[in-house]
Structure formats: structure tokens, C-alpha cells
């Protein structure tokens, strides 16, 4: 018997259509799109106006695209997950939500929280129930609506996230194609760099929390971007290493969209000329959780089955790594 592995077989996207460029930005706190450029590579960034709408909108709005495009029985769905760092609310699952507005009723459904590795870490967790052989359809969602938890007078964090949902089928492929290989590292240490204060147990809401602004992200830009550019980039040479790639035998470079001083530094490391990376920071910001599917789906029409994949991220926590992927049809 052929040896299980996980393979994508469709991808849908969504983004809200409000564009917060940079031009709007300086209008707001003290920047220039020339300074946001030159350092993060963000243009604009989508932003989900309705505030009676979270996450859990965009995630179905994802997976609804998905479904659509694939021709999928919401029904033959066996597990949703959903990476988020901005979940609905506390305690109830935004993937159960989301699982039962979208029709997977035969689905059972749970949230990751790993930051802006939510996706990557997410992409393990959906390989792990296909190699099991018990599951045939995993849908992997990760969604973000980050413009709920910023502070829109804090010019070094408003300038860099966006909303956004993106969403992968994960199915049995006997090819040897799918997920290949993987290095996932975190560091609880780095968990004062990149955070959001107040809300949780250690630290419930009170009048004086939401007075002081402790609801909102709080970066260590510094700290944040050199630990980024240092892991990102050697967990990138690490899969290719462990796995015998040379810079020839990767097609595609999907790194996590948070700054593109970051992305060049893992592209550098790995050997990759600019046509192997995907990039569309300029267009998103980063969405977090997003940032991933939101790549497949732009550069979906340019992958090839058979294609080398190799995807990496950063995030909060800390939390990093790397997965080695072979792509798995031609759109």
C-alpha cells in the first residue's frame, strides 16, 4: 500500500474591500508612505468596516470561495480548523461557527493560536489527521481580522497589519506529493516582544485596561525583526538542508508577509532570485494568519503539480518554522 501523505487540492481567499493606503495613514499619525515603504514594503491594507462583522465573517467568506470553486459538499468536510489570533470571543470556537455557517455538518471543528504562525503550524495539524488515514478532507482556514485589536494612534503597528482570510482542502494523495516535511520551533521567552497585554486570565479587562490602551497589540519592533529575520531564514536553509534542495530544486519560496526586509533576508539565505518568491505584502499588510492561503491563492494559476514548496513564518510567542510541500495539481 502506497504511504498517505496530505495534499492541497483547492485554495479560496477573501479580502474585505476597503483599501487603508499608506497616503490615508498619514493623514492619521505621524508617517510618510515613503518611510512605511522603504521599511515594511506595505502599500495599502485591506480593513473589514462593519463592526458588527469578526473574523468569523471573513473565515466563511474564505471557505465559501473555496467551496464554490472546487464544487465541494460542505458536507464531506470531516475537520475545520481555523488558525486566528482574533477570534470572535473568548471561549467559543470560531471554527465551530464557522463549520456550521458554511454547512460541514458532518465536521467536528476547533481554533489554533500560534500567532502569525497559525497557518504553518495549522498546515501540520491537517497533515497529521490525512496521514492518519481516518480523515479524507481537512479544511484549513486562517483569518484575522486585525484591525480589531490595533490602536490606530500607535504609528509602529498600524502601519503593518490588515484583515484577511484565506482557506486550503487538505485530502489523501498516494503521488508523493503534499506535505513532505516540516521544522517547527517556539520560545516562550519572546512572548514580552509581541503581545496583547490585557484580556486574559493573567490580566482580566477592566476599566483601567481599556483606559491605558492594554487591549491592543503591543510590538517590540526591534526585538521582533531581528528574531524574525535570523529564524525565518534558518529554518528556510534547515528544510532545504535536511531534505537535499539546492536553490535549483525550489520553485517557490511562501514566506509569511509581515515585512519585506524579512522575506528578501530568507530568500538571501536560501539562494532564490526574486521570481521564486511570492510576495503580495504590498497589497495586504500583514494579516496574520492570513498571509499564507492569501499567497496560494495569488500565485495558484502559476504553480505546477509537482512543484517544490517551501513555506516559513514567524510570530509572536515565539513561534517559527518551516514545511517542505509538493505541490499537487495544475489550476
Known amino acids: 500500500m502506497s504511504k498517505i501523505t496530505a495534499a492541497i487540492t483547492a485554495v479560496g481567499a477573501y479580502v474585505p474591500d476597503f483599501r487603508l493606503t499608506n497616503q490615508v495613514l498619514e493623514t492619521m499619525v505621524d508617517t510618510t508612505d515613503e518611510w512605511i515603504t522603504t521599511r515594511t514594503g506595505i502599500q495599502e491594507r485591506r480593513i473589514l468596516k462593519d463592526k458588527d462583522k469578526g473574523t468569523s465573517y471573513l473565515a466563511i467568506k474564505a471557505a465559501e ?43 467536528f471543528a476547533y481554533d489554533l493560536q500560534a500567532a502569525c504562525s497559525n497557518f504553518l503550524y495549522g498546515m501540520s495539524t491537517a497533515a497529521r ?42 485530502e489523501p494523495n498516494t503521488e508523493g506529493l503534499g506535505l513532505i516535511d516540516e521544522y517547527l520551533r517556539s520560545d516562550g521567552n519572546g512572548r514580552e516582544f509581541l503581545k496583547i497585554e490585557a484580556g486574559g486570565s493573567l490580566m482580566p479587562a477592566t476599566e483601567e485596561t481599556v483606559r491605558d490602551k492594554k487591549h491592543f497589540v503591543f510590538q517590540d519592533g ?94 509572536g510567542g515565539f513561534t517559527w518554522g518551516a514545511i517542505y510541500l509538493k505541490w499537487a495539481y495544475n489550476s
Open 65 to 107: 470561495d473555496l467551496i464554490a470553486k472546487r464544487n465541494l459538499d460542505p458536507k464531506d468536510i470531516d475537520l475545520v480548523l481555523l488558525g486566528t489570533a482574533t477570534p470572535d470571543m473568548p471561549v467559543a470556537s470560531t471554527a465551530v461557527y464557522v463549520a456550521a455557517k458554511i454547512g460541514a455538518t458532518n465536521a
Open 222 to 315: 526591534k526585538s521582533v525583526f531581528k528574531f524574525a529575520v535570523s529564524n525565518m531564514a534558518d529554518v528556510a536553509a534547515r528544510i532545504m538542508e535536511r531534505n537535499n534542495l539546492t536553490h535549483d530544486d525550489v520553485q517557490w519560496l511562501v514566506p509569511h508577509q509581515a515585512n519585506k526586509r524579512i522575506i528578501d533576508a530568507t530568500a538571501r539565505r536560501m539562494e532564490l532570485e526574486e521570481s521564486k518568491v511570492m510576495m503580495n505584502i504590498e497589497r495586504y499588510g500583514n494579516t496574520t494568519s492570513a498571509t499564507l492561503p492569501l499567497l496560494l491563492f495569488d500565485y495558484e494559476k502559476q504553480l505546477k503539480k509537482g512543484d517544490n514548496l517551501v513555506f516559513a513564518a514567524f510570530g
Open 129 to 170: 489527521y490525512i496521514e492518519s488515514g481516518r480523515y479524507k478532507k481537512v479544511l484549513l482556514i486562517g483569518a484575522d481580522k486585525m484591525s480589531s485589536i490595533i490602536d490606530y494612534t500607535d504609528r509602529t503597528t498600524c502601519i503593518i497589519f490588515g484583515d484577511g482570510a484565506g482557506a486550503v482542502l487538505f
